[in-house]
């Protein structure tokens, strides 16, 4: 068989969590034209509504914090028939905090990314999969990082939430193969969204030094790897793809010598 024979899964609804920014904003519009349906969520409903204007009857906009397991599960039960049962889901809501070393570090910044990065993230799953399996198959994306994998000074917990993504990703597949539910986890380098502004709580200055003489991966490219991911014929299970900028490769062990 060719593989261009091979049988696609079946498109439906995907619901993007972070639509409002960054990658979700550029994944949301892809989806929508590869032929799906989108449920569009983040909590600026402003942006959520502009978005959704652009994208017009394929999306439906939900004002949701994803830290708020009740609402979360509340709003997925409560999905209109032609936006059910989700087929796909992209948990990409999530954020960083600070750059300080963990001694110096805000522990209500670690507490908000770990309620965010790991624990939105497990609602934002739960909710959606019991429609993946009644519907009979799906699509778990998950939103990684490179620091995930690789440490940097000042990555401490959001690198540790990143790594509880990647690891669930393994996990959920391990729970969800015999349902016809594939899990991939994105693993992004340095790209340019309001990532910088969020992690240097508004300040402009700082985040734009982070890419300033770089070419950083942009979220079209995300979106594409998304899209790829979403497209391999159903015999196809793509466990992770990382990608960094051109521009970025790794550092050197550090060594303190006396
Ligand atoms: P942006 O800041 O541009 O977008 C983040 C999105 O997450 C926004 O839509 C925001 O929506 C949403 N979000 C944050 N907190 C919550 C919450 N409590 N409830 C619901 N939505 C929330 O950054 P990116 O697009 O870069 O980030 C998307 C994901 O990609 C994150 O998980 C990030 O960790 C990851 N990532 C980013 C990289 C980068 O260099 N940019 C590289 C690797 C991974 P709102 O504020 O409206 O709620
Ligand atoms: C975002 C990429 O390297 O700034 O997850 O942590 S990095």
Same mark, same amino acid.
């Given at each position: 068989m ?5 049988p ?8 993007v969590?972070?639509?409002t ?6 994944i949301?519009r ?13 909590r ?5 509504q502009? +978005?959704?204007?652009?994208?017009? /009857? ?7 914090? =994803?830290? #708020?397991?009740?609402a979360? @599960? $509340?709003?997925?039960?409560g999905?209109?028939a032609?936006f059910r ?6 948990a ?11 001694d110096?570090?805000d522990?209500d ?27 009979g198959?799906?699509?778990?994306i ?8 690789y ?12 790594a509880?993504?990647?690891? +669930?990703?393994?996990?959920l597949r /391990? ?7 594939? =899990?991939? #986890?994105?693993?992004?380098? @340095? $790209? ?8 240097f709580k ?12 770089t ?8 979106a ?9 014929p ?6 992770r ?18």
């Amino acid at each position: 068989m060719q593989s261009s024979d091979s049988p696609r899964p079946p498109k439906g609804t995907a619901w993007v969590t972070g639509a409002t920014s960054g990658f979700g904003e550029a994944i949301a519009r892809r989806l929508v034209a590869d032929g799906y349906r989108v449920v569009i969520s983040g909590r600026r409903a402003d942006r959520l509504q502009a +978005l959704s204007d652009e994208l017009g /009857a394929a999306a439906l906009p939900m004002v949701l914090d =994803v830290r #708020d397991r009740q609402a979360v @599960l $509340a709003a997925v039960d409560g999905l209109p028939a032609d936006f059910r049962p989700l087929r796909v889901v992209i948990a990409n809501a999530g954020l960083a905090l600070g750059l300080d070393p963990a001694d110096r570090a805000d522990l209500d910044d670690w507490d908000t990314m770990v309620d965010t990065n790991v624990k939105g993230l497990m609602y934002t799953i739960r909710a959606a999969l019991p429609q993946m399996v009644d519907a009979g198959g799906g699509h778990v994306i998950t939103m990684g990082s490179v620091a995930g994998s690789y440490p940097y000074p000042g990555g401490n917990a959001y690198g540790a939430t990143k790594a509880f993504v990647a690891q +669930l990703a393994l996990n959920l597949r /391990a729970d969800l193969v015999s349902k016809g539910i594939r =899990v991939t #986890d994105i693993e992004p380098g @340095l $790209a340019q969204t309001e990532f910088s502004v969020v992690r240097f709580k508004g300040d402009a200055a700082s985040a734009g030094k982070v890419y300033q003489g770089t070419e950083p991966l942009l979220p079209v490219d995300i979106a594409e790897a998304v899209s790829w991911a979403l497209s391999q014929p159903a015999r196809v299970n793509v466990n992770r793809i990382e990608l960094m900028a051109g521009c970025q490769a790794f550092g050197p062990f550090q060594i303190v010598r006396s």
